[in-house]
């Protein structure tokens, strides 16, 4: 089995908590019955935050993309810069700020635990 999508398509839309954007590019219904469950982007604007959050049925991956800010990690901060990448377990409490003039864009992968 195999997809392709064209993320140009697909716009950004403001995350439930939080000032942020999100876009999924495959989600739930495009991976249903798959061990990925989400890839997407994160958008979190200048001064924006992505809530500190958990979900212990799903692992992530971040990647930096552009930008710079702070990825909170169980109540630590962590630099967010370019090329960073994170694994996060499910049970882990993180969140993204953006304390800078600039969007930062972070890649998400999330996969079922």
Same mark, same amino acid.
Request: glycine share 20%; no cysteine.
């Given at each position: 089995m195999w997809k392709t999508v064209d993320a140009?398509? $697909?716009s950004y839309s403001p995350y439930?908590? @939080?000032v942020a954007n999100i876009k999924r590019v495959l989600g739930k219904d495009e991976l249903e019955g798959m061990k990925f469950s989400g890839f997407g982007l994160l958008q979190v604007p200048p001064r924006g935050e992505f809530k500190v959050h958990v979900h212990p049925e799903r692992e992530e991956i971040y990647y930096v993309l552009s930008g710079t800010g702070r990825i909170e990690v169980e109540g630590k901060p962590l630099e967010a810069h370019p090329g960073l990448t994170l694994h996060i377990s @499910?049970?882990?409490a993180? @969140? #993204?700020k953006n304390e800078t003039d600039e969007p930062l864009t #972070? $890649?998400?992968v999330t996969v079922w635990a």
């Open positions: 140009n398509s $697909i439930r908590t @939080g @499910g049970e882990t993180h @969140g #993204i #972070i $890649i998400y």
